[in-house]
């Protein structure tokens, strides 16, 4: 079954970029939307944005003017770059693959998830 | 745009049945059948227990049921067992944001 697994630095000094790469293993990247989320210790969940297989993205208007998500699909890889952090983008960041319905459009919701890595902005 | 609203604890027995409310707007919740809902246990990824409102994915309970009635969806667990004393969170598609997510319900088995 298809699994996902986050990877990247735990600590970032604000005001760099933070940098986190999900792993697809066991099925392939194509044809599917993939997420980043992200949870600030004790709250709730936060979309940062999907790419496409095929390079096209979307990202939450809170954060767009500082992500970039990038997709590597002969590694089965996506990546997540936010710039400029603050102790605000402390948080559970989490990879998730989105569910599309019958006409493959995205219908918001995730069937599968990351383990999710903490990173700490100090 | 604000998360959607949720209680933030909701508590039953075992056995019971317990339900949870999300209430949106008419740009998220009221305006797409494409309600979510999951389930996290402390420390775990969230688990994807309902979406487009009312279909549960393979391999989740029946006792986990969805609903919607105009800017405010449901979640109802039935026959409440100790296992599923979690945290839930209900999302919507939304046009503007695309995913919004609620705060968060932590349900508590007694």
């Known amino acids: 079954q298809v699994q996902l697994q986050e990877s990247g630095p735990g600590l970032v000094k604000p005001s760099e970029t933070l940098s986190l790469t999900c792993t697809v293993s066991?099925?392939?990247?194509?044809?599917?939307?993939w997420s980043w989320i992200r949870q600030p210790p004790g709250k709730g969940l936060e979309w940062i944005g999907y790419?496409?297989?095929?390079?096209?993205?979307s990202y939450n208007p809170s954060l767009k003017s500082r992500v970039t998500i990038s997709v590597d699909t002969s590694k089965n890889q996506f990546s997540l770059k936010l710039s400029s952090v603050t102790a605000a983008d402390t948080a559970v960041y989490y990879c998730?693959?989105?569910?599309?319905?019958?006409?493959?459009?995205?219908?918001?919701?995730?069937?599968?998830w990351g383990q999710g890595t903490m990173v700490a902005v100090s | 745009q604000s998360a959607l609203t949720q209680p933030a604890s909701v508590s039953g027995s075992p056995g019971q049945s317990i339900t949870i409310s999300c209430t949106g707007t008419?740009?998220?919740?009221?305006?797409?059948?494409?309600v979510s809902w999951y389930q996290q246990h402390p420390g775990k990824a969230p688990k994807l227990m309902i979406y487009?409102?009312?279909n549960r994915p393979s391999g989740v309970s029946s006792r986990f049921s969805g609903s919607k009635s105009g800017n405010t969806a449901s979640l109802t667990i039935s026959g409440l067992q100790a296992e599923d004393e979690a945290d839930y969170f209900c999302?919507?598609?939304?046009?503007?944001?695309?995913?919004?997510f609620g705060g968060g319900t932590k349900v508590t088995v007694l």
């Open positions: 066991g099925g392939s990247i194509s044809n599917f939307y």
């Open positions: 487009d409102v009312s």
């Open positions: 008419s740009s998220d919740v009221g305006a797409y059948n494409y």
């Open positions: 998730a693959r989105d569910i599309l319905d019958s006409r493959g459009s995205r219908r918001g919701a995730f069937d599968i």
């Open positions: 999302s919507s598609y939304t046009r503007s944001i695309s995913v919004i």
């Open positions: 790419i496409y297989y095929s390079g096209s993205t």
